[in-house]
Structure formats: structure tokens, C-alpha cells
């Protein structure tokens, strides 16, 4: 866990590394709740859900890419865990689309990473069960049941909403920590 009181100096790649993180769990956010948002228009059987859900999909995958890319944690064994389940999520998005539960499971493995990595940071109600949440998820996406999906999502999009206000409102050092510490 990074040190508030050290301040490292930051150059233009390590601040654009920050800022893609965090918009990465910012999208991360507005995926879950537009999915909610078509899971509901879907029961619903309105006519344009699946287009929103599509577009949801598409954004959870370019959140996946950007949280992976540039997450930062000092220890390279849980580092490469979190960001390699984006990679294989990522190719599976591209070589079997149909199989959203199988490449959601590898990218939500990373957003449940995150989730326990940021709440050692942050006091975010709800941030500890992120995992759970995700997890539940995956099993309602291969159920294909979307009256159960809507709630989860909804739920751990909000929360990760609140994240994403908790990480936008820190300097931007505090993500980087002590560059020293980081197994290479």
C-alpha cells in the first residue's frame, strides 16, 4: 500500500498511466450501470435493449484494457494475476463474443482485484463485496437470467461509481506510491 506522506515525483507517462487507471474504473462504473440499465429495458422487452447492452459489453472490455494497463501494485505476482485476466478476457471478447459469461468471468477476476486492492485505501461501503458481486454475475450471465443479472450489476456499479468519486478526488501521486517498492 502506498505511502500518502511520500511524494513521488511524477513525469507525463506515470501521470497519464494514473489518469487512464482511474478512467478505467470510472467506465468501469458507467458499463455496470448502463448494464443494469438494459438488463431492466430487456425484461422489460423494449425494442433497442440489446444495443444497449452490446454498447455496455464494448465498454466494459475498453475498461478492462485501461484498469489493466495501468494498474499500479508493488508486488508483480498479484500485478500480473490482475492485469493478464484482462488480456485472456480481451481475447476471448474478440475469438468468441457469444461467450460473454466466459470473458466477463476473466475481466470481472481484474475488477475484483482492483476492488480489494482499493479498499485498503478506501473506506467505500459495499468495496469488499465487489468480488462476490462479480462473481454472482458471471453465473447469472451463463443462466442468461437478466432479472437477477440487473441487480448486480446496478449494485456493484454503484459502488464502483463511489470508488471512482473516492480516486478522483486524490492527488494524483498517491496512485504511484513509492516507485522503489515495485517488483519489476
Known amino acids: 500500500m502506498a505511502n500518502p506522506e511520500h511524494k513521488e515525483q511524477l513525469d507525463g507517462l ?19 450501470l448502463s448494464l443494469f440499465s438494459a438488463e431492466l429495458l430487456c425484461v422489460l422487452e423494449v425494442k433497442f435493449a ?14 478492462a484494457a485501461l ?9 508483480k505476482k498479484i500485478r500480473s494475476i ?5 488480456w485472456i478476457g ?4 474478440i475469438v468468441i463474443p457469444t461467450k460473454e459469461w466466459l470473458y466477463l468471468g476473466f475481466m470481472f477476476i481484474t475488477f475484483s482485484g482492483i ?18 458481486l462479480l462473481i ?12 437477477i443479472l440487473a441487480p448486480l450489476a446496478g449494485l456493484s456499479g454503484l ?21 522503489a517498492n515495485y517488483q519489476i
Do not use: Q
Request: aromatic residues 12%; positive net charge; proline residues 4%.
Open 50 to 63: 440489446p444495443f444497449l447492452r452490446e454498447w455496455s459489453l464494448n465498454l466494459i472490455a475498453v475498461s
Open 115 to 132: 476492488a480489494l486492492k482499493e479498499s485498503y485505501c478506501f473506506k467505500v461501503k459495499g468495496l469488499n463485496l465487489i468480488p462476490l
Open 67 to 75: 484498469s489493466a494497463a495501468n494498474i499500479h501494485v508493488y508486488d
Open 159 to 179: 459502488i464502483y461509481a463511489l470508488l471512482a468519486i473516492e480516486k478522483w478526488k486524490m492527488p494524483l501521486h498517491f496512485d504511484i506510491g513509492k516507485k
Open 82 to 86: 490482475i492485469t493478464w485476466s484482462s
Open 14 to 32: 506515470d501521470k497519464i498511466s494514473v489518469v487512464s487507471y482511474r478512467l478505467g474504473i470510472t467506465l468501469f462504473a458507467l458499463s455496470l
Open 90 to 93: 480481451l481475447t476471448l471478447f
Open 136 to 147: 454472482l454475475s458471471v453465473l447469472v450471465l451463463w443462466m442468461k437470467e437478466p432479472t
